[in-house]
């Protein structure tokens, strides 16, 4: 037996741990199920003895029937969201998979992916054109200040003491200026002297030049002393100056121009290697959260009596469990 006013009260309470159960859990939708209820009827009472504590209840007179109650919260297998998909979308595009788990809201995390995804790759797009650049200057500055046939002529002149035992013979092929240095020599017999200079230990001969415009061709004559006599400034350099790494200033210069080069290449490699750690991080991510959010919710709702001495109350309770 209780009060009209306890039943309207304890069904309001329900009403509102009902719904703050609901938005608690909110975006998952779910799908309320009951059983059949009925309405509450109040029947008169008919007291026979003046004496009876009815007669001194408040609503004596009055029993309430109170329906059952039984609610059930379950969440629906199409709120859910496949981290397979949502991982290849973030490997596609970072920051799409996190988008796709909050049913395609950007939110913090897809806005943070997809900043880091559009820095990097202007950071990485920047220092290349940065870099080619650099190169163009440097390989023009090479072309301009380093001649072939100046240092397959400094070898000539100093092959007595680089080894007298190999010939020079037949390196240069033309003296016409009208050609380009590069191609006025025979490259392959200008690489047989050098590989017969280096049979011989401690004259620094260690490399073959490639030909130009190989990239290995503008390292080497930047790099390595061997090649300090075709500097247009190397002036008296000498094979002792070449083992006691004796440069021009030019050849200094050219060098330092070659590492900027190479400085900018090595900031926009990095840029692209951290776009492909964004591209699998936010993957990874993706994939995890949204594992994370699809999550088995059941909820329970039930009235339960409650012995208030004399007279029961029953009460609105709601249990919920959220498997992992």
């Known amino acids: ?28 939708s779910a799908q309320w199920t009951t059983e059949p209820s009925r309405q509450a009827i109040v029947q008169p009472v008919l007291q026979t003895n003046s ?27 199409s709120d859910s969201r496949s981290p397979l998909v949502a991982g290849l979308l973030s490997a596609a595009i970072p920051g799409l998979g996190q988008a796709y788990a909050e049913d395609w809201s950007f939110n913090w995390r897809s806005a943070a992916y997809i900043a880091a995804e ?47 035992g190999v010939s020079t013979s037949g390196v240069v092929v033309s003296t016409d200026p009208a050609l380009a240095p590069w191609d006025r020599v025979n490259w392959t017999r200008l690489n047989e002297v050098e590989e017969g200079i280096g049979q011989k230990s401690g004259t620094g001969f260690t490399h073959r030049l490639p030909h130009r415009p190989e990239q290995q061709y503008y390292e080497l004559i930047g790099k390595y002393a061997q090649y300090g006599g075709g500097w247009d400034d190397a002036g008296t350099f000498t094979p002792a100056d070449l083992l006691a790494d004796r440069l021009s200033p030019r050849f200094l210069e050219y060098s330092k121009m ?19 750690v964004n591209h699998i991080v936010s ?36 249990s919920v469990s959220v498997k992992l």
């Open 51 to 77: 004496t009876s504590p009815l007669l001194h209840h408040p609503f004596a007179g009055y029993s309430l029937d109170t329906p059952p109650l039984h609610y059930s919260l379950q969440t629906s297998a």
């Open 118 to 164: 559009a820095t990097l790759w202007a950071v990485m797009l920047s220092y290349d054109h940065k870099a080619d650049d650099q190169t163009a200057e440097f390989q023009q500055f090479a072309d301009t200040h380093w001649d072939v046939t100046r240092y397959a002529a400094w070898i000539d002149a100093n092959i007595g003491q680089l080894n007298a």
């Open 283 to 318: 993957a990874l991510e993706a994939a995890w959260g949204t594992s994370r959010s699809n999550r088995d919710l059941k909820a329970r709702a039930e009235w339960r009596s409650i012995d208030r001495g004399g007279w029961s109350e029953r009460v609105p309770h709601v």
């Open 258 to 276: 070659r590492g900027r080069a190479n400085d900018l290449y090595s900031t926009a490699s990095t840029a692209g290697t951290l776009i492909v």
């Open 1 to 28: 037996m209780i009060g009209p006013s306890t039943y309207l009260v304890s069904r309001i309470n329900f009403a509102i741990v009902s719904a703050l159960c609901i938005g608690s859990f909110s975006p998952i």
